[in-house]
Nanobody, 124 residues
């Protein structure tokens, strides 16, 4: 069993930065793929980024490439999402999720554990 807790969201102006954290419980966290997803009001949940347990493989949705960086510190059971040059269209609730398999996936249904989410609001 894995429990995930996100933090770091907030209200910022366009162009600002935020760093989200996803802290996990569970001894097997370091072997799990962790992904970040987001859901804006009235829109479907969207894949943002994912990282393998070792951190060697990483994937991003095109809209955040060059602006967002996913990383992890397995000694702290934490995955981060550094978000730079934020845009109003990045406004959403951001969720982290973990999956039992060790291969990166972009579909939310491929993830087994979810956090409660953290709100990110970017004003223009």
């Amino acid at each position: 069993q894995v429990q995930l807790v996100e933090s770091g969201g907030g209200l910022v102006q366009a162009g600002a930065s935020l760093r989200l954290s996803c802290i996990a419980s569970g001894r097997t966290f370091s072997s799990r793929v962790v992904g970040w997803f987001r859901q804006a009001p009235g829109k479907e949940r969207e894949f943002v980024a994912a990282i393998t347990g070792s951190g060697v493989s990483i994937d991003y949705v095109d809209s955040v490439k060059g602006r967002f960086t996913i990383s992890r510190d397995n000694t702290k059971n934490t995955v981060y999402l550094q978000m730079n040059s934020l845009k109003p269209e990045d406004t959403a609730v951001y969720y982290c999720a973990a999956r039992n398999l060790r291969i990166i996936a972009r579909e939310g249904t491929d993830y087994d554990y979810w956090g409660q989410g953290t709100q990110v609001t970017v004003s223009s």
